[in-house]
């Protein structure tokens, strides 16, 4: 009863879509290393906490990228991702103003928690954070076919965020792709019309990296010299739907969000150095309130790339399960 009676208290969430910083009845347990392998039908997972590990799974893994350190397929076993990075990975804390970038990586540095929680399914909690007093848990959980629904739940515990809107970012480091851009449906030609599909290409670092929604007017105040270009260097692009995918090598990764949360794509060239793009995503809580609860949801799908249709066709049902018409 103590596992599911809160969710009474939040009906829209499925009870895959909590942690247990909104749940702390649910039980887990903490292993003795700082990483865990998931396992569903063709995919296979490694999540690890914010620690460096240098041992047989995790070779060379540098402290400060929490998330994912490894994501393979049956017909593809090496990592989708820069090996000794990771993605899906909680790196950025902001208000706009600019801060020591030390202030800004601060989910990299303050400890985090590792817990296991069933077969399929992790979390990575971090207490509050010791300059923004953010608190927050990821629960990664492999659904029956592969894809991991990425669960965020965060509470701001001090009213620290100046600008009054709270800016969080992921970034997915890609090991050596063939093509560095992404892909995401879009800039219809007229209203009205179907969106066309737009290859994103950003230059260089911080240029034209961030794709808004066609309907995301929000405007976020922001020092002329906060010191990460990748937040606020917008496109001329737009989506029509949250979601986006990137090639590499024959298999595609795709990103899908639920339209309430309000994703903003973003996308560096050399994110994890040369030929190392980063595919990335934002969210940001505008008008925020200490000690309220804020959750966001999404999937990443791992399988092979035939075609942009192809791709419609088999992410649909995740698609539609985060809200998508």
Same mark, same amino acid.
């Given at each position: 009863?103590?596992?599911?009676?809160?969710?009474?208290?939040?009906?829209?969430?499925?009870? =895959?879509?909590?942690?247990?910083?909104?749940?702390?009845?649910?039980?887990?347990?903490?292993?003795?290393?700082?990483?865990?392998?998931?396992?569903?039908?063709?995919?296979?997972?490694?999540?690890?906490? $914010?620690? =460096?590990? &240098?041992?047989?799974?995790?070779?060379?893994?540098?402290?400060?990228?929490?998330?994912?350190?490894?994501?393979?397929?049956?017909? @593809?076993?090496? %990592?989708?991702?820069?090996?000794?990075?990771?993605?899906? $990975?909680?790196?950025?804390?902001?208000?706009?103003?600019?801060?020591?970038?030390?202030?800004?990586?601060?989910?990299? +540095?303050?400890?985090?928690?590792?817990?296991? #929680? &069933?077969?399929? %399914?992790?979390?990575?909690?971090?207490?509050?954070?010791?300059?923004?007093?953010?608190?927050?848990?990821?629960?990664?959980?492999?659904?029956?076919?592969?894809?991991?629904?990425?669960?965020?739940?965060?509470?701001?515990?001090?009213?620290?965020?100046?600008?009054?809107? #709270?800016?969080?970012?992921?970034?997915?480091?890609?090991?050596?792709?063939?093509?560095?851009?992404?892909?995401?449906?879009? $800039?219809?030609?007229?209203?009205?019309?179907?969106?066309?599909?737009?290859?994103?290409? %950003?230059?260089?670092?911080?240029?034209?990296?961030?794709?808004?929604?066609?309907?995301?007017?929000?405007?976020?105040?922001?020092?002329?010299?906060?010191?990460?270009?990748?937040?606020?260097?917008?496109?001329?692009?737009?989506?029509?739907?949250?979601?986006?995918?990137? #090639?590499?090598?024959?298999?595609?990764?795709?990103?899908?969000? @639920?339209?309430?949360?309000?994703?903003?794509?973003?996308?560096?060239?050399?994110?994890?150095?040369?030929?190392?793009?980063?595919?990335?995503?934002?969210?940001?809580?505008?008008?925020?309130?200490?000690?309220?609860?804020?959750?966001?949801?999404? +999937? =990443? !799908?791992?399988?092979?790339?035939?075609?942009?249709?192809?791709?419609?066709?088999?992410?649909?049902?995740?698609? @539609? !399960?985060?809200?998508?018409?």
């Amino acid at each position: 009863m103590l596992r599911f009676l809160p969710l009474l208290l939040f009906p829209g969430l499925l009870p =895959a879509q909590v942690t247990t910083l909104s749940h702390p009845g649910i039980p887990y347990r903490v292993p003795d290393q700082p990483w865990h392998r998931l396992h569903r039908a063709d995919i296979s997972i490694v999540v690890v906490n $914010n620690e =460096a590990v &240098d041992d047989d799974t995790l070779p060379g893994h540098r402290a400060g990228y929490s998330g994912v350190a490894r994501l393979s397929h049956r017909l @593809r076993p090496e %990592t989708l991702f820069l090996p000794s990075v990771s993605g899906l $990975n909680f790196e950025f804390i902001h208000d706009g103003k600019a801060h020591d970038t030390s202030l800004l990586f601060e989910p990299r +540095r303050a400890p985090m928690e590792l817990r296991v #929680i &069933d077969a399929h %399914t992790v979390e990575l909690y971090q207490a509050p954070t010791p300059f923004w007093g953010l608190e927050s848990a990821h629960r990664y959980h492999l659904l029956p076919d592969g894809t991991i629904e990425l669960t965020i739940q965060c509470i701001p515990r001090r009213p620290t965020f100046r600008n009054g809107y #709270i800016g969080l970012f992921w970034a997915s480091y890609i090991h050596q792709p063939e093509s560095l851009d992404i892909h995401f449906p879009g $800039n219809p030609e007229s209203p009205g019309a179907p969106p066309q599909w737009v290859r994103g290409v %950003t230059p260089e670092h911080g240029v034209h990296a961030t794709h808004l929604a066609l309907d995301d007017h929000r405007e976020f105040p922001h020092d002329p010299n906060f010191p990460v270009k990748l937040m606020f260097g917008l496109s001329p692009h737009r989506f029509a739907e949250p979601w986006y995918y990137g #090639i590499s090598h024959g298999m595609a990764f795709v990103q899908i969000f @639920r339209p309430q949360d309000q994703v903003r794509l973003t996308q560096s060239p050399t994110g994890g150095g040369r030929g190392n793009p980063a595919w990335d995503f934002q969210f940001l809580i505008s008008n925020y309130q200490v000690d309220r609860l804020y959750t966001f949801v999404m +999937r =990443a !799908a791992y399988l092979p790339f035939v075609s942009s249709a192809q791709l419609q066709a088999d992410t649909l049902p995740h698609r @539609r !399960a985060l809200g998508h018409p």
